[in-house]
């Protein structure tokens, strides 16, 4: 760390007057240090560490507001512990905004205030961002997606390549030379994106989608040029690379002339596009966000799509991603479609918008630099998943099933993790009958 | 009504300070105005704002109140006593006190809501999280509030056994109400704007997104 320097300390400061809002100051305020977010923090409770409370986190960013915006931290700083920006607070605000905290926003659903702690932490690390302190490792996964349109910096032809191996296998699959995978089509109802880990890791998760879209015949393409589902920068705290990846996704709707944008199944990457881009942007998108959670479950609700529900061998249990339902309202969908498409569905306690976080949110998984903090919190989670005693943990985030497989090998839990599209390819039947007019 | 002594013109003006300094601070929010959002609402902030302020705030929903009912229970307990304290404020600067089972009730109240405060502030001094997460204003904050919910008993008691004359306490309350009164604004206590904008806020955020109020959800 180190380095700070007066113009790095003006630019982190600049966040209290760029982004000033009746809501930023409203929660800078309104922290009473009563600590009862503690038990709502997975850091907290795995650590039992006092500067893991979220109070002290919020405390952290109110601090430097205190010191440079309020009459008291100007005049009698220790009165409020108003905190001067130098290289401890930085070093220390680095450790806690970005090695300890998911985002996962539990905290601030029960906050006793109703201090949005999350998004001060996330103020936070815009004000770490404006600094250059964003841990290398978070933001060479940035970098890529603004060099290469994706964060993984996978060549267009490597993509191309591998999209037309899976659109082999779909004509084998479904054994129909018509069925297909598009790509870069103008015109299509829906322009559907991708989770680089999918075509570099987990091609099958594509293949699932491609089959689902395939049964229902649905309208729809693939892009290119710009098909990361991801936004890195919306965990730097980097606004400007956020803005810049929002509006290439934007765009590449617009230049397709697509209705729908559909995310593959990324709960921060929809956060980012569904409820954070329209705001970065500054306009509301004419076109539709939604996730394919949510066309899948409409595709079952329609008719469109047949499931059985006895392909589905052993008791299925839900991993809620925090970004998704807690702060994405995505809560139900992904419930109906598992009641439709698997004969023993169990609950985690708690799950819905009250879930715990898996530990790799909020870029903890981009960041090596915290992989044994990260392992560590994952314990609760083993622990809930151990409790419903199911085969498979099925989750709606490439994100979390990365964090799930982990925990599942460190805590020998023995479990299989697969995405909700995973599971409904498997249940699918595929129907003749049903006319594909997408194809 | 008698005429006004020093110590009570010196505690109206103090009052006069803090409305005016809390005005100023919500006047503020306000001309910051509304949350501005352009993406497209998933439900309605304004059930959502509402939940906020009821069914979120209850021990069947909040887990910060449900772990610790005690400590929610004394919060609960304490803040309503501080609410009485400065109603009563107007009352004995009027020298028109409760009397009997009334005054003996608000005795017996503030009682346990001063102790309230005061086991919420041995508890912020012995547990080490708290230790850790505080600064002085916590302490001084909760110093003045109780001491002033004390010294309000002991107004109204000295008065149940007709010695409400007795100058020396007299002066003692309205010292500490106009300390009070000048540092709300400035320390944590100015969470009595604060904390209506933090659940607006909260409430506007969740409903926008459709997941306040929960009864919403099939699950």
Redesign the interface.
């Given at each position: 760390m180190g380095g700070l320097t007066e113009d790095k300390k003006k630019k982190g400061l600049e966040v209290f007057e760029t982004e000033?809002?009746?809501?930023l100051?409203?929660?800078l305020?309104?922290?009473?240090?009563?600590?009862?977010?503690?038990?709502?923090c997975i850091y907290?409770n795995i650590y039992k560490d006092?500067?893991y409370?979220p109070?002290?986190k919020v405390?952290l960013v109110a601090s430097i507001y205190r010191r440079y915006h309020?009459?008291?931290g100007k005049t009698i700083p220790?009165?409020?512990?108003a905190r001067d920006i130098d290289d401890e607070t930085i070093r220390e605000m680095v450790d806690l905004m970005y090695g300890a905290c998911t985002l996962c926003g539990r905290c601030?659903?029960?906050?006793?205030?109703?201090?949005?702690i999350a998004y001060l932490v996330q103020t936070g690390r815009t004000m770490l961002a404006n600094m250059d302190y964003v841990p290398g490792t978070l933001q060479s996964t940035v970098d890529s997606a603004i060099r290469s349109g994706n964060n993984m910096s996978i060549p267009t032809a490597e993509l191309v390549d591998t999209i037309k191996w899976l659109e082999e296998d779909l004509r084998m699959e479904v054994n129909d030379n018509k069925a297909s995978i598009p790509m870069d089509e103008p015109g299509k109802s829906i322009m559907y994106t991708l989770n680089p880990r999918e075509p570099k890791f987990f091609p099958l998760s594509i293949s699932a989608m491609a089959k689902i879209f395939y049964a229902a015949g649905e309208s729809w393409t693939l892009s290119s040029r710009m098909y990361d589902v991801t936004n890195y920068a919306y965990f730097s705290g980097n606004m400007e690379e956020a803005r810049i990846i929002a509006q290439r996704m934007y765009d590449e709707v617009e230049n397709l002339n697509a209705g729908r944008c559909v995310m593959a199944e990324c709960g921060h990457g929809y956060r980012a596009f569904?409820?954070?881009?329209?705001?970065y942007?500054?306009?509301?998108?004419p076109f539709?966000?939604l996730t394919c959670g949510e066309l899948i479950a409409e595709y079952i609700r329609e008719g469109r799509i047949k499931v059985d529900p006895s392909k589905i061998k052993g008791r299925v249990t839900l991993h809620d991603p925090c970004n998704l339902v807690?702060?994405?309202?995505i809560?139900?969908e992904q419930?109906?479609i598992l009641r439709h498409t698997v004969s023993d569905f169990v609950e985690m306690t708690p799950h819905?918008?009250?879930n715990l976080c898996c530990g790799g949110g909020g870029g903890q998984l981009a960041m090596s630099e915290y992989n044994e903090r990260r392992m560590k919190i994952a314990g609760m989670k083993a622990e809930q998943i151990k409790n419903t005693a199911a085969d498979i943990v099925c989750t709606p985030c490439h994100n979390c099933v990365d964090q799930l497989i982990q925990t599942n090998a460190a805590y020998k839990l023995g479990v299989k993790i697969m995405t909700v599209a995973e599971i409904v390819a498997e249940a699918l039947v595929i129907d003749p009958s049903i006319e594909k007019p997408g194809l | 009504m008698m005429a006004l002594q020093w110590y009570q013109w010196m505690a109206l003006a103090a009052l006069g300070i803090c409305l005016a300094a809390l005005l100023a601070h919500f006047l503020r929010l306000l001309r910051l105005g509304k949350p501005v959002e352009y993406s497209r609402p998933a439900g309605s902030t304004g059930k959502a704002i509402r939940y906020a302020f009821t069914g979120a705030m209850s021990p069947a929903r909040k887990e910060s109140a449900f772990l610790h009912l005690p400590t929610y229970t004394a919060g609960l307990l304490y803040h309503m006593g501080t609410f009485l304290s400065f109603f009563l404020f107007f009352f004995i600067i009027a020298g028109s006190l409760p009397e009997g089972w009334l005054a003996k009730a608000i005795v017996a109240f503030l009682c346990i809501s001063a102790f309230c405060g005061i086991a919420i502030l041995f508890k912020r001094m012995i547990r080490k999280e708290l230790r850790v997460l505080s600064n002085p204003d916590d302490f001084i904050s909760n110093f003045l509030v109780t001491f002033f919910q004390f010294l309000s008993i002991a107004v109204l008691f000295l008065s149940t056994v007709q010695l409400s004359n007795r100058p020396i306490v007299q002066l003692f309350y309205y010292i500490i109400y106009t300390i009070l009164m000048l540092y709300i604004p400035v320390g944590k206590l100015r969470h009595t704007v604060y904390f209506f904008a933090a659940r607006y806020h909260l409430g506007f955020f969740y409903g926008w997104r459709g997941i306040w109020p929960p009864e919403n959800l099939k699950n």
């Open positions: 000033i809002s009746s809501k100051i409203t929660h305020n309104s922290c009473v240090h009563c600590g009862l977010c503690a038990d709502s907290y006092a500067r409370v109070a002290y405390d309020t009459l008291t220790w009165l409020t512990r601030s659903a029960h906050c006793s205030i109703g201090v949005d569904r409820w954070e881009a329209p705001n942007l500054k306009k509301a998108f539709e966000v807690r702060t994405g309202g809560i139900e419930r109906y819905g918008a009250d | -």
